[in-house]
């Protein structure tokens, strides 16, 4: 029966190729979609370990720095590097921004990383070209996903900076590429105000009557040197000495220092579990309606074909053919659809995953799952065709 369903085929191979074709097209976007979130994952641990920390010490209560706005004081870092297993400590900022260049916008996380050396805590691990930072201001590292280039000038804010070096995989959560500056001018894109801003506040501070009072000298002036500074950065990244239990020392942190303070393996599942959660939902909820259409697709198709040969299969029925022949002849059809259909999608899953704005991952393991359950789906989509097929009265190979 193998060359009886062959022969059907090959009988409508136009129809069965083309249709193939498109159902391989729908496969190609579930695993594209199933890439896309294996992507944002990646990210997320691509994030965590590119940042060489143990721990990432916050404000508490939050869940920051990625997941919630978290805000602690510069010179946190100095009370927490004393602490018994602490190695090295350091200041960070992190905002998502639009960094201009060259009249154009460009999606991007800037982040502050505290004076150093490369290995330092928040330094990019690694350059594929140019130089780290040496400079206290006006120069930045950023990822070539950014598309910019050694020695160009970008803008943050109001400042301008040049393009010293370029790294690889140094992304948010979200898949934006990096850009590294100096974190004082960090700390001033993100938390100092304009001057606008800063005139019409002490203009507010000058006119309050609060502040008119005798018996209150300096005040006014302490308020508008507090505007005119930013001591404040989003998380202090931790790393610990050799052979000490992240969670003791997160533990001691948290006892001392009334912060917050987070593993790896908890500030893993804050960004999997909660940042990435609902998107993942959705993406889910997008395979499960892709499977759907897939198994409609295929039982058309396969119905359609069953139906055009019913004489064919009376004939069957009349020659003593057992129903289970039958039924493993529609079967056969039904998988070599799905069969040529995953081809295709995989196919194009493959060449449209580089083209795509979000990273796409594509594993083996998801493939191999992919192609079980297109296979269970052409089994169970070809079952109104089978029905169709054994209900078909013998006598029909003779009727008119």
């Known amino acids: 029966m193998i060359s009886l369903a062959g022969r059907d085929i090959l009988h409508a191979w136009g129809k069965f190729v083309f249709t193939g074709i498109g159902l391989g097209l729908l496969i190609g976007v579930t695993l594209t979609m199933a890439g896309v979130y294996r992507g944002m994952v990646d990210d997320g641990r691509a994030l965590l370990d590119n940042s060489g920390a143990d721990i990432w010490v ?6 920051g720095p990625y997941a919630e706005p978290s805000s602690v ?44 050396e490369a290995g330092a805590p928040g330094w990019p691990p690694y350059l594929v070209a140019g130089r780290h930072i040496t400079r206290s201001h006006y120069e930045a590292v950023a990822d070539i996903a950014s598309g910019l280039a050694l020695g160009e000038r970008i803008q ?15 992304v948010s959560s979200s898949g934006d590429p990096m850009v590294f500056i100096p974190l004082k001018d960090a700390q001033a894109a993100q938390f100092l105000k304009d001057n606008d801003a800063i005139w019409q506040g002490r203009q507010r501070t000058e ?18 040197a507090s505007q005119s500074s930013n001591p404040y950065v989003n ?13 003791e020392v997160a533990q001691t942190i948290r006892r001392w220092k009334h912060l917050t303070a987070y593993t790896r393996v908890q500030m893993e599942d804050i960004l999997v579990g909660k940042l990435i959660a609902t998107s993942a939902k959705q993406i889910g909820m997008f395979l499960a309606i892709l499977a759907v259409v897939s198994a409609a697709i295929v039982a058309f198709i396969i119905y359609t074909l069953t139906l055009g040969k019913i004489r064919e299969i009376a004939v069957l029925k009349l020659i003593g053919t057992k129903n289970r022949t039958i039924a493993g002849m529609i079967v056969q059809q039904a998988l070599g659809l799905g069969l040529i259909g995953f081809v295709v999608g995989k196919i194009t899953a493959t060449f449209m995953a580089p083209a795509f704005p979000k990273y796409v991952l594509l594993i083996p393991q998801d493939t191999v799952t992919g192609l079980v359950a297109i296979l269970v789906i052409c089994v169970l989509a070809s079952g109104i065709a089978i029905r169709a097929a054994l209900r078909v009265d013998p006598a029909e190979a003779v009727g008119g």
Do not use: C
Request: charged share 20%; aromatic share 6%; hydrophobic share 40%.
């Open 58 to 63: 916050v404000q508490q209560g939050t869940l």
């Open 73 to 116: 004081h510069d010179s946190t870092w100095r009370g927490i590097v004393a602490l018994p297993g602490v190695w090295q400590a350091g200041n960070v900022t992190y905002l998502t921004m639009q960094v201009r260049k060259d009249g154009s916008d460009v999606r991007a996380m800037v982040v502050g990383i505290a004076p150093g």
């Open 156 to 170: 943050i804010r109001r400042n301008f900076y040049t393009v010293v070096g370029l790294t690889r995989r140094m």
């Open 207 to 224: 006119e309050s009557p609060a502040f008119n009072r005798p018996g209150v000298p300096g005040l006014l002036e302490a308020v508008i």
């Open 235 to 247: 998380a202090v990244l931790v790393r610990i000495r050799p052979g000490h239990d992240p969670e």
